[in-house]
């Protein structure tokens, strides 16, 4: 299983190096784009990446795409063109922050807020070399949550069969998000949880997966598509550049992104939402022994075909808790004890 998950992975990095090096090789005029990867503010802080490129204006996919044309259309947008060294002026609440991007075109912001208790911050960002802007609103979790949930992506909230390499692989690439299955009721559970929320306005909601952010599109559409709530996307960064996410070793990625979410608004209680395909268990199992007081539940989805796959205390079935969720009491009583 672990052997599979790092062939994809390594398969996928090397579509996504590919389509780097082709973007190297050729320039064409096309209009500016910036990709917001992330940003939210929390702890009195805002955090923001992304990336700059030119917008090739690609093909858009369809349903009724043929997996080759879904394949060719997911080449076609990692092959981008990114803006490098290019000065960028992120304004917020009157302030202005001069930056640049790297050598592939990302970009990352992390300043104190003027007003923390903000609700909704509006972003406004500028490429001054080209008389480019862009207007971002983003929430700002300003401390006034308390009640949060973090979850995964593939086998979690979409079918995406991480233990079969080649069913994987068709679905990551040979696939558009139209054509991908949601996990049933998972999509229903998460937004009554954000509507029983008494804060749901700020409730944090956050998607942390191991895919890189090359596909970030498709993981946003798919749950657009399927009315997820709002939430922040936290995908892996795969670039030559420093700073780079680790490309095989699931436990250390995620541990680490969501250890800094916990340590971001530690008065945040935190439902955690997996499977046990990978290292979901795993991670929970460290983060729970690290923040004890901020973990309020542990969700996984059992996909795992191996019957000895462990099992650890206080680890709810997905399925099951899909199942109860029909019942109000069953949310209620989760969502008192935070209180």
């Known amino acids: 299983m672990a052997l599979n998950a790092l062939r994809v992975g ?10 780097g090096v082709l973007a190297g090789q050729s320039q064409t005029e096309a209009n500016v784009a910036i990709d917001v990867h992330y940003a939210y503010g929390a702890g009195g802080i805002l955090y923001l990446q992304g990336r700059l490129r030119e917008d090739e204006h690609d093909e858009p996919a369809r349903a009724d795409d043929s997996h080759l044309s879904s394949l060719k259309k997911h080449i076609d947008r990692m092959h981008v063109h990114e803006l490098k060294r290019e000065p960028m002026v992120v304004s917020v609440q009157g302030a202005r922050y001069q930056i640049k991007s790297d050598a592939e075109g990302y970009f990352a912001l992390e300043k104190k807020l003027i007003d923390a208790g903000q609700a909704n911050l509006d972003l406004e960002l500028q490429l001054p070399k080209r008389g480019f802007s862009q207007r971002v609103r983003v929430d700002n979790f300003n401390g006034h949550a308390q009640f949060g949930v973090i979850s995964d992506f593939d086998d979690t909230v979409i079918i995406s069969d991480v233990e079969n390499k080649v069913t ?3 679905n990551a690439l040979a696939s558009n998000p139209s054509q991908r ?6 999509a229903d559970l998460f937004t009554k949880i954000s509507q029983r929320s008494t804060t749901a306005a700020t409730m944090p909601m956050f998607f ?20 997820f709530p709002p939430a922040v996307i936290i995908t892996k960064k795969i670039n030559a550049e420093k700073g780079n996410d680790p490309l095989s070793d699931q436990f250390k990625y ?12 530690p008065t ?70 935070q209180e």
């Open 181 to 186: 299955t949601p996990v049933a009721g998972v």
């Open 268 to 337: 945040v209680r935190f439902v955690l939402v997996g499977d046990d395909g990978e290292k979901d268990p795993e991670v929970y199992r460290e983060i729970q022994r690290r923040y004890p007081a901020q973990v309020a539940a542990i969700w996984i989805n059992p996909v795992a075909r191996d019957v000895n796959r462990s099992r650890y205390p206080g680890q709810q079935n997905l399925t099951e808790v899909v199942k109860s969720a029909s019942d109000s009491n069953f949310l209620d009583g989760l969502l008192r004890s």
């Open 168 to 170: 994987l692989l068709k």
């Open 10 to 19: 390594g398969l996928l990095c090397l579509v996504v190096m590919t389509a």
């Open 254 to 265: 995620k541990t680490s992104h969501i250890s800094a979410l916990l340590e971001q608004m």
């Open 208 to 227: 942390v997966t191991g895919s890189p952010r090359q596909i970030q599109d498709d993981i946003s559409q798919f749950l657009q598509l399927h009315h």
